[in-house]
Nanobody
């Protein structure tokens, strides 16, 4: 399974970005959950948002709830993260990940639960 992120960049506070993640062999036969983590310098990798491909349930971390939206385009094998009202504390490297994580465990998922990772895309929020 190949995972490739894109869409990062520099944006001013209050601005928006949309991250994309193209995943090969997209579908529940290979992994149940896909989503986004981020890691700021000197900090641990944290879960941002996930979607379960079986029941389409989504969840968001508390810091991004109401500002970020996760979605998929099955026809394009692509996962998106729409990020609005960006803040300086959103500055990080964002990673797309896929794994056989059950829906009930998805919202508290740790990085170790995911098998496939992209190389990361950097997001910088600064004026």
């Amino acid at each position: 399974v190949q995972v490739v992120e894109s869409g990062g960049g520099l944006v001013q506070p209050g601005g928006s970005l949309r991250l994309s993640c193209t995943v090969s062999r997209f579908g529940v036969d290979n992994y149940a959950t896909i989503g986004w983590f981020r890691q700021a310098p000197g900090k641990e990798r944290e879960g941002i948002s996930f979607i379960n491909l079986k029941d389409e349930r989504t969840c968001y971390g508390g810091k991004v709830q109401g500002r970020f939206t996760i979605s998929t385009d099955i026809a394009k094998n692509t996962l998106y993260l729409q990020m609005n009202s960006l803040k300086s504390e959103d500055t990080a490297t964002y990673y797309c990940a896929a794994g056989s994580v059950a829906s009930i465990l998805m919202c508290g998922a740790s990085p170790e639960m995911f098998d496939y990772w992209g190389q990361g895309t950097q997001v910088a929020v600064s004026s």
